[in-house]
């Protein structure tokens, strides 16, 4: 006996449906066990490494607070023109074009098809000939399509939240770009500086050397002192000459690299003067560091969102597994023979669903599945490395900047001490108690503490900077990045 409610016609059907749900067991999600989760910041042990202070997070244009009216003209020239900076912006664009893209697959698609065809049919084809239209006819359509996917299992909701991802992520990268082209613009003027001053210590031997080559020759035409201490103090002076032109050398290699930091030619540089930036006020761990650095790194932010976006794309591969399921319809106009298309009785409608579901594929499933994971593995890693490294950079900051301070007052005795080795060696020389090879080297004592405490006074401005650069340059994950 027939079950009324089940009509025989739907037998087929609901075999067939039967039997693709049975065989879509063969196209099965890859088990590849939990996935890695991103490391809390708690992880990493930082807390004697990086004590709280109350400082303050820099501000967007930090490198202000130097003072120098020439290095913000730099910086804002490399900002409108530097070539990594277009580029950024151009990563940008395309991750917004990619974003775009990808949120179009969650509209209906609205398509005009028109076609029109010369034909001859054939009389032999098992209709009559008589109803067969006779030579040759034009045959018109023309339709407005429409399709639109039910998603169901999130797969496009998946792919826009990925490429969202992935657009922040530019954006980020584009901050971090500005930091990166910013800090070494900074550090590369401070390097500037410090050449400066290695210059004026050079200038200082040059002379120091000068005089007493002078004084030598004018003992030695007393017959008070050696043709070798004379050739020896014009040795010394001859290296310091030298040296001072290193110097120059130096300073012009420096302008040149400050150029093409700037995007522009060689002789940019050529107008970059001696600096004159002041460290009214070195930079200091902030109070909310721990709450706050994950999202005032751009980096940081880049690689976070990154291993997001990954995650999305596995949502993404996973829902490939199920079945696709399109609603179609197309209303329009046909008719054999052009004369006939705007007739009525011409127009052509139709509406329904289609659905596929992925039976066997040789593996392509699940070889996207699988990459879509690996590539979630990846950015996870990557993130923690990011992290990793940002707390070192952050700690070689501090640790280098709590070193400075007794290395210079050691320098500055340092000088100090050698100035009086060289007064009580001319008073022991000016008293025939020594020679003059013991002022010459009391002289090369008093050069190189020079030039050692000016090194220092120069880190001290390479060091602000890079514990800005390690603390995120201003930037704010909740604003927009400029």
Same mark, same amino acid.
């Not at 597994?321 to 046909?334: D, E, M, R, S």
């Given at each position: 006996?027939?079950?009324?409610?089940?009509?025989?016609?739907?037998?087929?059907?609901?075999?067939?449906?039967?039997?693709?749900?049975?065989?879509?067991?063969?196209?099965?999600?890859?088990?590849?066990?939990?996935?890695?989760?991103?490391?809390?910041?708690?992880?990493?042990?930082?807390?004697?490494?990086?004590?709280?202070?109350?400082?303050?997070?820099?501000?967007?244009?930090?490198?202000?607070?130097?003072?120098?009216?020439?290095?913000?003209?730099?910086?804002?020239?490399?900002?409108?023109?530097?070539?990594?900076?277009?580029?950024?912006?151009?990563?940008?664009?395309?991750?917004?074009?990619?974003?775009?893209?990808?949120?179009?697959?969650?509209?209906?698609?609205?398509?005009?098809?028109?076609?029109?065809?010369?034909?001859?049919?054939?009389?032999?084809?098992?209709?009559?000939?008589?109803?067969?239209?006779?030579?040759?006819?034009?045959?018109?359509?023309?339709?407005?399509?429409?399709?639109?996917?039910?998603?169901?299992?999130?797969?496009?909701?998946?792919?826009? %939240?990925?490429?969202?991802?992935? #657009?922040?992520?530019? $954006?980020? +990268?584009? =901050?971090? !770009? /500005? *930091?990166?082209?910013? @800090?070494?613009?900074?550090?590369?003027?401070?390097?500037?500086?410090?050449?400066?001053?290695?210059?004026?210590?050079?200038?200082?031997?040059?002379?120091?050397?000068?005089?007493?080559?002078?004084?030598?020759?004018?003992?030695?035409?007393?017959?008070?002192?050696?043709?070798?201490?004379?050739?020896?103090?014009?040795?010394?002076?001859?290296?310091?000459?030298?040296?001072?032109?290193?110097?120059?050398?130096?300073?012009?290699?420096?302008?040149?690299?400050?150029?093409?930091?700037?995007?522009?030619?060689?002789?940019?540089?050529?107008?970059?003067?001696?600096?004159?930036?002041?460290?009214?006020?070195?930079?200091?761990?902030? %109070?909310?560091?721990?709450?706050? #650095?994950?999202?005032? $790194?751009? +980096?940081? =932010?880049? !690689? /976070? *969102?990154?291993?997001? @976006?990954?995650?999305?794309?596995?949502?993404?591969?996973?829902?490939?597994?199920?079945?696709?399921?399109?609603?179609?319809?197309?209303?329009?106009?046909?008719?054999?023979?052009?004369?006939?298309?705007?007739?009525?009785?011409?127009?052509?409608?139709?509406?329904?669903?289609?659905?596929?579901?992925?039976?066997?594929?040789?593996?392509?499933?699940?070889?996207?599945?699988?990459?879509?994971?690996?590539?979630?593995?990846?950015?996870?890693?990557?993130?923690?490395?990011?992290?990793?490294?940002?707390?070192?950079?952050?700690?070689?900051?501090?640790?280098?900047?709590?070193?400075?301070?007794?290395?210079?007052?050691?320098?500055?005795?340092?000088?100090?001490?050698?100035?009086?080795?060289? $007064?009580?060696?001319?008073?022991?020389?000016?008293?025939?108690?020594?020679?003059?090879?013991?002022?010459?080297?009391?002289?090369?004592?008093?050069?190189?503490?020079?030039?050692?405490?000016?090194?220092?006074?120069?880190?001290?401005?390479?060091?602000?900077?890079?514990?800005?650069?390690?603390?995120?340059?201003?930037?704010?994950?909740?604003?927009?990045?400029?």
């Amino acid at each position: 006996m027939r079950n009324p409610n089940f009509p025989p016609r739907a037998l087929p059907a609901a075999g067939l449906l039967a039997a693709l749900a049975l065989l879509g067991g063969c196209a099965a999600v890859p088990d590849m066990g939990p996935a890695p989760q991103i490391k809390p910041l708690q992880q990493y042990q930082n807390t004697q490494s990086l004590p709280s202070e109350q400082g303050q997070w820099a501000h967007a244009q930090w490198w202000r607070k130097y003072g120098d009216a020439q290095l913000d003209r730099l910086v804002e020239e490399a900002l409108s023109q530097a070539p990594d900076l277009a580029a950024a912006r151009a990563r940008v664009e395309r991750a917004e074009g990619q974003a775009q893209q990808a949120g179009a697959a969650q509209w209906p698609g609205v398509e005009l098809n028109a076609s029109n065809s010369r034909n001859k049919q054939s009389y032999n084809n098992g209709v009559p000939a008589a109803f067969v239209p006779q030579g040759f006819n034009n045959a018109a359509r023309a339709t407005l399509d429409f399709s639109y996917e039910l998603d169901f299992w999130g797969k496009n909701r998946a792919a826009v %939240a990925a490429a969202t991802s992935e #657009l922040t992520a530019a $954006r980020a +990268d584009a =901050a971090q !770009a /500005r *930091l990166m082209l910013t @800090a070494s613009l900074a550090a590369g003027y401070a390097e500037l500086a410090r050449l400066f001053d290695e210059r004026d210590a050079a200038s200082q031997a040059l002379d120091v050397r000068g005089h007493t080559v002078a004084l030598l020759r004018e003992r030695r035409q007393q017959g008070m002192e050696t043709l070798g201490s004379v050739r020896q103090a014009e040795s010394r002076e001859a290296a310091a000459r030298a040296d001072l032109a290193a110097a120059d050398e130096s300073i012009a290699l420096q302008r040149h690299s400050l150029a093409a930091l700037m995007g522009a030619g060689p002789d940019r540089g050529l107008a970059i003067a001696r600096p004159a930036a002041n460290l009214f006020r070195e930079q200091r761990l902030p %109070a909310t560091l721990a709450a706050d #650095l994950l999202g005032r $790194r751009p +980096d940081l =932010a880049a !690689a /976070r *969102l990154r291993a997001e @976006a990954a995650a999305k794309r596995i949502d993404a591969a996973q829902a490939q597994f199920y079945p696709n399921i399109n609603l179609t319809a197309f209303v329009g106009a046909q008719s054999l023979g052009l004369g006939l298309f705007d007739k009525a009785g011409s127009g052509i409608a139709g509406f329904g669903p289609a659905i596929s579901l992925p039976i066997f594929r040789g593996g392509q499933l699940q070889g996207q599945y699988r990459a879509a994971r690996g590539d979630y593995d990846a950015a996870v890693a990557s993130y923690d490395a990011v992290l990793s490294q940002a707390l070192r950079e952050t700690a070689d900051a501090v640790a280098s900047q709590a070193s400075l301070t007794p290395q210079l007052e050691q320098r500055r005795l340092a000088l100090q001490t050698a100035d009086e080795a060289y $007064r009580v060696s001319q008073n022991r020389y000016q008293g025939g108690l020594a020679n003059y090879l013991d002022v010459l080297n009391a002289e090369d004592g008093v050069i190189a503490a020079r030039r050692s405490l000016a090194a220092l006074e120069t880190r001290r401005f390479t060091l602000d900077i890079a514990l800005i650069k390690a603390l995120g340059g201003g930037y704010q994950e909740t604003e927009p990045a400029r």
